[in-house]
Structure formats: C-alpha cells, structure tokens
C-alpha cells in the first residue's frame, strides 16, 4: 500500500506570495490533518478534513487554509507568505470513521520544506 | 502550545545500550502515540498505548504509560546506530485527528 504523499517536496517563495501544498492520503484513508514543524515551535497543528469538511483548526491565521477532495486528496494554501512561515509541512492520514474512532494512528508523509525569502 | 514535554532534550548513548526517553503531558488523554523523525523528514509511527494500558511492546520498543502522573516512556533496548533520530510523544482529544505533539528528544547513537 502507497503511503502518504506530499507534493512538492522543497519549495522557495517570496514573501507575499501565496503557496499550495498536496496531500495525497493512504489509500482508503479520509481524515488527513496537517502540522507545521518549525524550530522554535515545533510541531502545531493546523487542521483536519474529513469527508470533505474541516472538522478541526489550530490555532493559525486566516492566511492558513486548506480543501479536501471527494478522493480524500488534500491541499492546504497559505497566502501573503511571510518569513515566518519558513517550516516543514507534514500531513497525516487517518483511517477514521465518521463517528471518529479514537484509538488509531497517523501516518504522515515526508512534508514539504517550505522556505521564504 | 506544546502539550506534552519530553526529558531529556538530547541523549547520547553507545551502540548496544539502552535508550530511555519521558514524556509528561498536562490533560487527560485517550491515547498516547510516539513517533520518529529522521533529519527533518516525516515522522514515522512507532506504537500507540491506551489510556487504560500500562505497557506496550513492540520489538525493541517498550512503552509505559501512567495516567496518574501524565506521563510516558519510551525504552529503545539495544540500540543501533539507525535508531538516530528526533523522538516526539503526541496526545490528542481522543483520534489521531489532532495530536499535540511535546518537544522531542534527540537520540544520538554512537557506533
């Protein structure tokens, strides 16, 4: 079974410009959850889709967006990048059910480097 | 915020000794997880316990869980040079769906 995908893998931008991330999740999987990891905040949360909604947000900027597809991909979109937003991307799927079951793991993908200048 | 806090921040054994990393965590869990980095790259999975279980094994790992005092272990027996890496606990409302992982600790292993 294919893991998790994460599309591009290193990516430069400006700042102010804006980015999109891809998240290809495992085969079956519809819950897919995305963290930032950074050096000084380590690794936070940003938000998880399932099914196509957004069933959880962290504690991010409106800046910070994403969109599940009905083939359970995501995508998260940052616009007006700014310095701080240099991070390592990660997204995690999830084999959970709607009613959410609770004891399952995450398996994440190798993230997209994200570097601002 | 970081829910979790791990001790020590950073470890250096030998080849063949054993690894033993701790991990607090301030609210009431469902499930605990820990997890993996090599070099910045992708976290990898390594056991998940249950908050109504003690203790867990998996092959060279042993994971210990006290709910009483928040608190977790995570014991690598025999270690290898492979098993350098950044380890993380992570603790979440009750699904993998929104963990909050603690700040890590770096395992060195020398060969």
């Known amino acids: 079974k294919a893991g998790v995908t994460q599309t591009p893998r290193y990516l430069i931008k400006t700042r102010g410009q804006q980015v999109t991330l891809s998240c290809s999740p495992i085969s079956g999987h519809r819950s897919v959850s995305w963290y930032q990891q950074t050096p000084g905040q380590g690794l936070q949360f940003l938000f998880e889709y399932f099914s196509e909604t957004q069933r959880n947000k962290g504690n991010f900027p409106g800046r910070f967006s994403g969109r599940q597809f009905s083939n359970s991909r995501s995508e998260m979109n940052v616009s007006t990048l700014e310095l701080g937003d240099s991070a390592l991307y990660l997204c995690?799927?999830?084999?959970?059910?709607?009613?959410?079951?609770?004891?399952?793991?995450?398996?994440f993908g190798q993230g997209t480097r994200l570097t601002v200048v | 915020s970081q829910q979790g806090e791990e001790d020590p921040q950073a470890l250096s054994i030998q080849e063949g000794e054993n690894a033993t990393m701790n991990c607090s965590y301030k609210?009431?869990?469902?499930?605990l997880q820990w997890y993996r980095q090599n070099s910045g790259r992708g976290l990898v999975h390594l056991i998940l316990i249950r908050s109504n279980e003690r203790e867990k094994h998996s092959g060279r790992l042993r994971v210990t869980l006290d709910t009483s005092k928040k608190s977790s272990s995570l014991l690598i027996t025999a270690s290898r040079a492979a098993d350098t890496a950044s380890y993380f606990c992570a603790t979440g409302p009750g699904s993998a769906r929104q963990l909050t992982f603690g700040s890590g600790t770096q395992l060195t292993v020398l060969p």
């Open positions: 995690a799927s999830s084999l959970i059910g709607r009613q959410g079951n609770e004891n399952t793991e995450a398996f």
């Open positions: 609210t009431s869990i469902n499930n």
